[in-house]
């Protein structure tokens, strides 16, 4: 039998629609119903488990990065751990050893400074603190290799964080069903998986499997809104069908 674990993203839990203020966070508690229903209680988070692989046994630990309470829409995209889990994390930690492979939505790094506005879009905000507990966890012991895989921008991306003795390898991974647009910016509409593993020497990797095309090759098609706009809103558009 195959099971599988999920983390929850923004458009999960925290979307706002333009002009749709949620400032009761009545909506959110929707969302956060509809995604327990399906998909386990987020009180639960972090959640733990552990793999047994062909190199030994391997500590997963999945984190919800959308514990910002976004009450409108330019807030929707914004992650947050919040002490309470990132303390949680620490104290498993301190109980296990080898290899810990950590699942969250949100970016878990950036520059020293934000050098763009979107970056507080992408990161978790205190993913500095996870970084640190992370890089304890590293320097304890060679064997103790730590990967982070994120979503969030749908851009493939991979690097390093951390002290250059105790390097935590970072993975950004596109959208499963949307594609990546790491290339150009635009998503390329390829389905996409990621299987992660352990070379011979201890250290992770990552490997992309593409299973198709969301749709058909050829011309692009423009969606159709629910409610098309009326003659005074197209009259302002810039753009024509």
């Known amino acids: ?79 947050r751990f919040d002490d309470d889990q990132l303390d949680e994390l620490e104290r498993i930690l301190d109980m296990v050893a080898g290899p810990v492979l950590c699942i969250s939505h949100h970016h878990v790094w950036r520059d020293a400074q934000f050098l763009q506005p979107d970056a507080w879009y992408n990161i978790a905000v205190d993913s500095d603190r996870l970084a640190a507990i992370l890089g304890d966890y590293r320097q304890r012991a060679p064997a103790n290799q730590v990967l982070v895989c994120h979503g969030h921008r749908h851009a493939l991306s991979a690097g390093v964080i951390g002290e250059r003795d105790a390097e935590i390898s970072v993975i950004g991974l596109p959208s499963t069903t949307l594609g990546d647009k790491s290339i150009d910016g635009m998503l390329d509409g390829v389905l996409r998986y990621a299987v992660a593993g352990l070379r011979s020497d201890g250290s992770w990797a990552v490997a992309l499997q593409s299973v198709g095309a969301l749709s058909p090759a050829g011309e692009p098609q423009r969606a159709k809104p629910a409610t098309p706009p009326n003659a005074a809103l197209r009259a302002l558009a810039v753009i024509d069908d």
Do not use: K, W
């Open 1 to 79: 039998m195959c099971s599988s674990d999920l983390v929850p993203g923004n458009h999960d839990i925290c979307f706002n629609r333009p002009f749709d203020a949620d400032y009761t966070l009545a909506r959110r508690a929707a969302r956060e119903n509809a995604y327990q229903a399906h998909a386990g209680r987020l009180a639960e988070f972090p959640v733990v488990d552990t793999l047994i692989t062909g190199a030994g046994a391997v500590t997963l630990v999945l984190l919800d990065s959308c514990r910002h309470r976004s009450t409108h829409i330019l807030s929707n995209a914004v992650g």
